[in-house]
């Protein structure tokens, strides 16, 4: 494959666009690549799940290599891809696009630290790629449980890949949620409140917060594997140390991960049913609340992953409370998305199709996710096919089914193109009715006694037409994603470009062009209600603009932060090795590429500039 990516650039003259993608540190440029490496890795880890479900597809199976060891590197691959380099990733990049976009910003507060952060996911998913070639993936599950990843049972450096490759990308998505953040208090443009916002600009806010607190504490979870793994301390096991503490710092991350991963996808699903329905979204007061409230109760529901562990009744009953709890506000958004939808002028899209399917499938998840609450129940699913099926119903229904929306309503501004709407639908209903059929048998699979994390079962066991509908199911998600393929190939072989506004939208992004230009929101739009250009196109009146002056990042090309963090990559690599010296050498490199930027400042030809544009 790699060879004929090479080939195809090399053919098509590709290299210059390629170099100015490795230099960008544009918005919308950064964000598409996010999605692009994103989707990349969301194929190998499908590729991954088709692997399991093959083996799963009959009894005793010995389908290929696929059994013993290896079973256990493809679902570590499968989880890890998919949770810290297919689902983060394309959500990230989604924000990148749209929401400068929505609040009337020229680009994200600080885009040369945007651009490190990109280079930094990308650096962590290559090297963890990597780990495969060199028969070194890691087999310790998407959660690294202690002391499975410990030297005392995996002694080779398949765990130092995944320590090091969730390092480095955790590190790139914390730079990119303080960059939103900042952007999101500092740039909004004048008039537009918080209580103007456009609902995945809040989902955003709350979501960058998340990640500040989460992926700290799983960063600091890793410091300590690694130096458990490599310089012999015991935090995780021997007498001083207990594995429980990995499971509690791993949680803390983990449970606050499902929401980092979902309140984005309930941001752009608000967006899309209020535009496809052309109504305001109902109860916006409720929404943001909600969203609020589930960031808040997400930090409060670690232990429900650890029922089993023996913290005792009342701790489990605590922890219980709260879990049902987050059923409120998100029962809340559930009403509130029927409601927007009660009344109005409905326009079945694929980004609308792609939202009207995530409601039920994600409410099935979430009735699950009750059932599993209960700490006495749990002690019956735990470890079972059940969870398996619940999980996925959750993130695949809310998170994947958002992506797949979003890249659909926003793929104008991303390029210029609508994608096609038949084969669009194709893709919705295969993925759909595929979805379904894989998960939901899983729910009876897991209740008549299946094991997760197994890699066959016996003929007897009452598993095998659940399993083989299962495995029919993978494999309908698998084809459906061939019509998307077609679908972009179509697309674009057509040609046919777009203006600002293919859907009829209500917020800023829509008043741009499309694919979104460089320099945007000259002179600056004044905002003075929610759904400002719907309101504006009602009264048939053009925005408000105004000559008042907010900060404006400049994004200017640079080569640094891909150097930085390639650098980084290597560094990384060696201490794997445990080649301590060139770890060191290239260990000074990445701190002498700091010292370069403190004396380079690449937008100094531009200052005063971007003032005299506006006036």
């Not at 080939?7 to 964000?31: A, C, D, Q």
């Not at 028969?135 to 090091?164: C, E, Q, R």
């Not at 299962?470 to 470009?497: P, R, W």
Request: glycine share 8%; aromatic share 18%; hydrophobic share 50%.
């Amino acid at each position: 494959m790699g060879g004929i990516v090479v080939i195809s650039v090399l053919k098509y003259k590709k290299l210059p666009v390629i170099w100015e993608f490795m230099r960008t540190t544009n918005h919308r440029k950064i964000g598409t690549l996010y999605i692009l490496f994103g989707f990349i890795f969301f194929l190998r880890a499908g590729i991954d799940a088709l692997f399991i479900r093959s083996q799963l597809a009959v009894p005793n199976n010995d389908f290929w290599v696929f059994q013993f060891e290896k079973y256990n590197e493809v679902f570590t691959t499968h989880g890890t891809m998919m949770i810290f380099f297919a689902a983060t990733p394309m959500l990230l990049g989604l924000m990148n696009i749209a929401v400068p976009l929505q609040i009337g910003a020229r680009d994200l507060a600080f885009p040369f630290l945007n651009a490190v952060g990109f280079w930094l996911f990308f650096t962590g998913g290559m090297l963890f790629n990597i780990a495969f070639f060199l028969n070194s993936a890691p087999a310790i599950g998407w959660t690294g449980y202690a002391p499975l990843s410990t030297s005392l049972f995996t002694l080779g450096v398949g765990s130092d890949f995944y320590v090091f490759s969730l390092q480095i990308s955790g590190l790139g998505t914390i730079f990119t949620a303080l960059n939103l953040i900042v952007t999101i208090v500092r740039m909004r443009a004048p008039g537009m409140k918080f209580t103007r916002m456009p609902l995945f600009t809040w989902a955003t806010l709350i979501t960058a917060f998340l990640i500040l607190v989460a992926f700290t504490v799983l960063a600091i979870g890793l410091y300590l594997l690694m130096f458990d793994r490599m310089f012999g301390t015991k935090f995780f096991h021997g007498p001083d140390g207990d594995p429980v503490y990995w499971q509690h710092l791993f949680w803390i991350f983990g449970h606050p991960e499902v929401y980092i991963l979902a309140l984005p996808a309930f941001g752009i699903f608000s967006d899309i049913i209020s535009t496809f329905s052309k109504k305001r979204v109902f109860g916006y007061p409720a929404m943001v609340l909600s969203i609020v409230l589930i960031g808040f109760l997400s930090f409060m529901v670690w232990v429900h992953h650890m029922f089993t562990v023996g913290l005792g009744p009342v701790t489990n009953t605590i922890f219980a409370i709260t879990t049902m709890a987050i059923a409120v506000p998100t029962g809340i958004k559930v009403f509130n998305w029927l409601f927007t939808m009660r009344g109005g002028v409905l326009r079945f899209t694929t980004p609308m199709l792609f939202s009207l399917g995530f409601i039920p499938s994600f409410v099935m998840g979430g009735v699950t996710g009750v059932m599993l609450s209960v700490s006495a129940a749990d002690f019956q699913f735990h470890d079972s096919h059940f969870v398996v099926a619940h999980f996925h119903y959750v993130i695949i229904a809310s998170t994947i089914l958002g992506i797949f929306a979003g890249i659909y309503y926003y793929y104008p501004k991303i390029t210029g193109f609508v994608l096609d709407e038949k084969l669009g639908k194709w893709h919705f209903w295969l993925f759909l009715i595929g979805f379904h059929l894989t998960f939901f048998p899983m729910h009876i699979s897991g209740l008549n006694g299946m094991p997760r994390r197994v890699y066959t079962f016996r003929v007897g066991e009452g598993l095998e037409i659940t399993n083989l509908l299962s495995t029919i199911g993978a494999f309908t998600m698998g084809i459906s994603m061939l019509f998307f393929f077609y679908n972009l190939f179509k697309t674009h072989k057509k040609g046919e470009k777009v203006g600002n506004d293919p859907w009829d939208g209500r917020t800023l992004e829509w008043t741009v062009g499309s694919p979104s230009p460089e320099h945007t929101f000259t002179p600056m739009p004044f905002v003075e209600e929610t759904d400002p250009f719907w309101y504006a196109k009602l009264r048939r009146e053009r925005i408000k603009t105004t000559k008042e002056h907010r900060a404006s990042p400049i994004s200017r090309d640079s080569i640094l932060p891909f150097l930085m963090t390639i650098t980084l990559g290597f560094m990384s690599f060696c201490m794997i090795y445990k080649w301590y010296v060139p770890a060191i050498i290239l260990g000074a490199g990445v701190f002498s590429f700091f010292v370069i930027r403190a004396f380079h400042d690449e937008r100094a030809e531009h200052y005063g500039k971007e003032q005299t544009d506006d006036e």
